[in-house]
């Protein structure tokens, strides 16, 4: 059972809009930055975005983050076929001194 | 370029032992804190432990608490988990990140290509 909770799947088609929701409680996401990572099998996960909504160079703009209160969540527009992956909410925890991660939410690309 | 190559994988028995090896470049690596993450088969992302910059602190998950130690040597610009007493479920691909300041709380901004480690008998 991880600390943060995110739907385990998600899809869309060519072109859409998709949103990977991520919750957790104030020791966590409450009172940090949030991470969303993109991971493909077998590669290095990918920063996607940081510090609740800020994209590292080279992440295109229909990656986009948001976080209200004890929530957060990983929008994708003009979903590409690309996108597919399995993608990651995680931040600190204040109260148990560790990195806590989201489950994982597979996005598949119709 | 920042990168960190990890190594030290392999097949271990149940109560065995292994150390990983991360080394580091393309930073000033004494500057930033570090951590490992695991992905065992099938499941998700799980942070295993993290060292601040310059070595001292250091923060375990619960599931290695006690079995796992986590060191650097910055005169080498190398990252280590000294894994013991290993146990099937610590089979997994083993990452190492570099983070964004000195501090553990802050984004695991790059990361390796991961290094295999099997427990089994």
């Known amino acids: 059972q991880s600390v943060l909770t995110q739907p385990p799947s998600a899809s869309g088609t060519p072109g859409q809009r998709v949103t990977i929701s991520c919750s957790g409680s104030s020791s966590n996401i409450g009172s940090n930055y949030v991470y969303w990572y993109q991971h493909l099998p077998g590669t290095a996960p990918k920063l996607l975005i940081y510090?609740?909504?800020q994209r590292p160079s080279g992440v295109p703009d229909r990656f986009s983050g948001s976080k209200s209160g004890t929530s957060t969540s990983l929008a994708i527009s003009g979903l590409r076929s690309e996108d597919e992956a399995d993608y990651y909410c995680?931040?600190?925890?204040?109260?148990?001194?560790?990195?806590?991660f989201g489950g994982g939410t597979k996005l598949t690309v119709l | 370029e920042v990168q960190l190559l990890e190594s030290g994988g392999g097949l271990v028995q149940p109560g065995g032992s292994l150390r990983l090896s991360c080394a580091a470049s393309?930073?000033?690596?004494?500057?930033?804190?570090l951590s490992w993450v695991r992905q065992a088969p099938g499941k998700g992302l799980e942070w295993v432990s993290a060292?601040?910059?310059?070595?001292?602190?250091?923060y375990y998950a619960d599931s290695v608490k006690g079995r796992f130690t986590i060191s650097r040597d910055d005169s080498k610009n190398l990252l280590y988990l000294q894994m013991n007493s290993l146990r099937v479920d610590d089979t997994a691909i083993y990452y190492c990140?570099?983070?964004?300041?000195?501090?553990?709380?802050?984004?695991?901004?790059?990361w390796g290509q991961g290094t295999l480690v099997t427990v089994s008998s």
């Open positions: 060292i601040i910059g310059s070595g001292g602190s250091t």
């Open positions: 990140a570099k983070q964004t300041g000195t501090t553990v709380k802050y984004s695991l901004h790059y």
């Open positions: 510090n609740n909504n």
């Open positions: 995680a931040t600190w925890d204040d109260s148990l001194s560790v990195w806590v």
């Open positions: 393309g930073f000033t690596f004494s500057n930033y804190a």
